[in-house]
T-cell receptor, first 111, second 115 residues
Framework: EDKVVQSPLSLVVHEGDTVTLNCSYE??????LLWYKQEKKAPTFLFML??SGIEKKSGRLSSILDKKELSSILNITATQTGDSAIYLC???????????WGAGTKLIIKP | NAGVTQTPKFQVLKTGQSMTLQCAQD?????MYWYRQDPGMGLRLIYY???????DKGEVPNGYNVSRLNKREFSLRLESAAPSQTSVYFC??????????????FGPGTRLTVL
């Protein structure tokens, strides 16, 4: 059975700290891994990682895909209170083109 | 350009009642999806429509039906609501099916409570 596991489930840090969120997967015929940020409402897209693009960076956020370890990390440096959110990881299966979602990591940044 | 819109935003039902959740997108996307999100469970796919005129079951389709009314609209119906269907429901769309080429754009969600 395909599954995506995120860790930790929740994390509380202080502003300015660096955090690393983890996502591991067991998915048939992997196509891509996506990271989303969910604040109060709908998830918004952050990164997509594929076999041909295993590292992405945008400002203070960066993500790496490790296809050998079947995992990905999302790094946030110099965290700000606006980074507080649930971070979701999803993996696309090439078998049916559906996304399998992890349960998310709830990140709280204290001022 | 409103993106993906959903109605209603909130709904409370009694067990056994029926209702339809509406979703529309104005981005000319071909594929549309319905998810439910429960605490600690992430998003789970209920149904999806790869293109106008087609619908397929996702991971948790039982208790739901869908209609792809036209390219813009994709509705989700609960025929006889149960407390286990208490959840937040998200509609999403992509230009084409398959996230490798497209990200999913989400609506604001509908918070449904079944008593």
């Amino acid at each position: 059975e395909d599954k995506v596991v995120q860790s930790p489930l929740s994390l509380v840090v202080h502003e300015g700290d660096t955090v690393t969120l983890n996502c591991s997967y067991e998915v048939t015929n992997f196509r891509s891994l996506l990271w989303y940020k969910q604040e109060k409402k709908a998830p918004t897209f952050l990164f997509m990682l594929t076999s041909s693009g295993i590292e992405k960076k945008s400002g203070r956020l960066s993500s790496i895909l490790d296809k050998k370890e079947l995992s990905s990390i999302l790094n946030i440096t110099a965290t700000q209170t606006g980074d507080s959110a649930i971070y979701l990881c999803a993996v696309e299966s090439g078998s049916n083109y559906q996304l399998i979602w992890g349960a998310g990591t709830k990140l709280i940044i204290k001022p | 350009n409103a993106g993906v819109t959903q109605t209603p935003k909130f709904q409370v039902l009694k067990t056994g009642q029926s209702m339809t959740l509406q979703c529309a997108q104005d981005m000319n996307h071909n594929s549309m999806y319905w998810y439910r999100q429960d605490p600690g469970m992430g998003l789970r796919l209920i149904y999806y429509s790869a293109s106008e005129g087609t619908t397929d079951k996702g991971e948790v389709p039982n208790g739901y039906n869908v209609s792809r009314l036209n390219k813009r609209e994709f509705s989700l119906r609960l025929e006889s609501a149960a407390p286990s269907q208490t959840s937040v429901y998200f509609c999403a769309s992509t230009p084409w099916g398959g996230a490798s080429t497209d990200t999913q754009y989400f609506g604001p969600g509908t918070r449904l409570t079944v008593l």
